[in-house]
T-cell receptor
Framework: AQTVTQSQPEMSVQEAETVTLSCTYD???????LFWYKQPPSRQMILVIR??????QNATENRFSVNFQKAAKSFSLKISDSQLGDTAMYFC???????????FGTGTRLKVLA | KAGVTQTPRYLIKTRGQQVTLSCSPI?????VSWYQQTPGQGLQFLFE???????NKGNFPGRFSGRQFSNSRSEMNVSTLELGDSALYLC??????????????FGPGTRLTVL
């Protein structure tokens, strides 16, 4: 069975600094998709970034980028120039291409400090 | 385009009662998934519906059930509520399941409190 592990329950970062959130997963599949979702205190879960496992190139969305290491089964999220609005719970998620089910990690609570 | 909507946003029930939560997906989305979110367990997958059929189910007791209507709107029902059912219930929609490129979009959730 696939699992997703986020080993950092809480993190904090100073405004304008860079922070990296860790995520590891376990699967025997070769075709799958990885996601980072953000859940601000208002609770609406928002997609931050998505990575297809068959793509070598790391995904980037403005200040958000990932470091995808397929062999190591690692999928970390880097937030550059952190802003107060980045304060949220961040969830890493895995989806096999052959299933309908998303598997989420337990989340990392990120606090951006002014 | 309107996002995923969930009603009600807040609900308070007592043990033994039953509850029905509703989810309207993004227009054009045909797949709806439900999750239970609690501080201790994180996000737990409940079930997923596509074309009015349950395609996948998580490890929850039979008290948790759902359905999807022809307009893709979905409801989930919890019968004989227990204190441990207190949680945030999230609904997510996507265009279609099984397509690896598909992405889920979440609603704001329904906060259920069982007293």
């Amino acid at each position: 069975a696939q699992t997703v592990t986020q080993s950092q329950p809480e993190m904090s970062v100073q405004e304008a600094e860079t922070v990296t959130l860790s995520c590891t997963y376990d699967t025997s599949e070769n075709n799958y998709y990885l996601f980072w979702y953000k859940q601000p205190p208002s609770r609406q879960m928002i997609l931050v970034i998505r990575q297809e496992a068959y793509k070598q190139q790391n995904a980037t969305e403005n200040r958000f980028s990932v470091n995808f290491q397929k062999a190591a089964k690692s999928f970390s999220l880097k937030i550059s120039d952190s802003q107060l609005g980045d304060t949220a719970m961040y969830f890493c998620a895995f989806k096999s291409s052959g299933t309908y089910k998303y598997i989420f990690g337990t989340g990392t609570r990120l606090k951006v400090l002014a | 385009k309107a996002g995923v909507t969930q009603t009600p946003r807040y609900l308070i029930k007592t043990r033994g009662q039953q509850v029905t939560l509703s989810c309207s997906p993004i227009s054009g989305h045909r797949s709806v998934s439900w999750y239970q979110q609690t501080p201790g367990q994180g996000l737990q997958f409940l079930f997923e519906y596509f074309s009015e059929t349950q395609r996948n189910k998580g490890n929850f007791p039979g008290r948790f059930s759902g359905r999807q209507f022809s307009n893709s709107r979905s409801e989930m029902n919890v019968s004989t509520l227990e204190l441990g059912d207190s949680a945030l219930y999230l609904c997510a929609s996507s265009l279609r399941p099984g397509d690896g490129a598909d992405t889920q979009y979440f609603g704001p959730g329904t906060r259920l409190t069982v007293l």
